[in-house]
C-alpha cells in the first residue's frame, strides 16, 4: 500500500516563500502531485511530476511561482512556493497514482491528509 504524509504548512505574509515536503512509503507510483483545497471549494490541481524522468506540469495559477521536485533517494516530493498571495490559502493535498488525467482529483488513487498553507495580505 502507498501512504503519503505532507508537511512544511503554515502561516506566511503575501510575497513570502513555503516549502512542502510529502514523504511516501510503499510501491512508487508513476506521477506525484500536489491538489489544494481552498474554504468552500472543490479540491484544484496545483502541480505534477513525473517520477522517473522528472517532467513537471503546472497549472496556470502558480506557474512560475511554484516548482514541484522529487528526490528518488529519500523517497519525497517537495513543493517550492515562491511570491506567495492570499489566494494561495488553502489546504495542500500530496498524491500518488498512474492515470494521465492529471488534472482530476478523481484520477489519482493516493492522497496524504494534507497541511494548511495560510497566507495574509
Known amino acids: 500500500q502507498v501512504q503519503l504524509v505532507e508537511s512544511g504548512g503554515g502561516l506566511v505574509q503575501a510575497g513570502g516563500s513555503l516549502r512542502l515536503s510529502c514523504t511516501a512509503s510503499?510501491?512508487?507510483?508513476?506521477?506525484m502531485g500536489w491538489f489544494r483545497q481552498a474554504p468552500g471549494k472543490e479540491r484544484e490541481f496545483v502541480a505534477a511530476?513525473?517520477?522517473?524522468?522528472?517532467?513537471?506540469v503546472y497549472a496556470d495559477s502558480v506557474k512560475g511561482r511554484f516548482t514541484i521536485s522529487r528526490d528518488g533517494a529519500k523517497n519525497m516530493v517537495y513543493l517550492q512556493m515562491n511570491s506567495l498571495k492570499p489566494e494561495d490559502t488553502a489546504v495542500y493535498f500530496c498524491?500518488?497514482?498512474?492515470?494521465?488525467?492529471?488534472?482530476?482529483?478523481?484520477?489519482?488513487?493516493?492522497w496524504g491528509q494534507g497541511t494548511q498553507v495560510t497566507v495574509s495580505s
Open positions: 498524491n500518488a497514482g498512474s492515470r494521465t488525467s492529471i488534472w482530476l482529483a478523481s484520477s489519482w488513487a493516493y
Open positions: 510503499g510501491r512508487t507510483s508513476a506521477l
Open positions: 511530476i513525473d517520477w522517473s524522468g522528472g517532467g513537471t
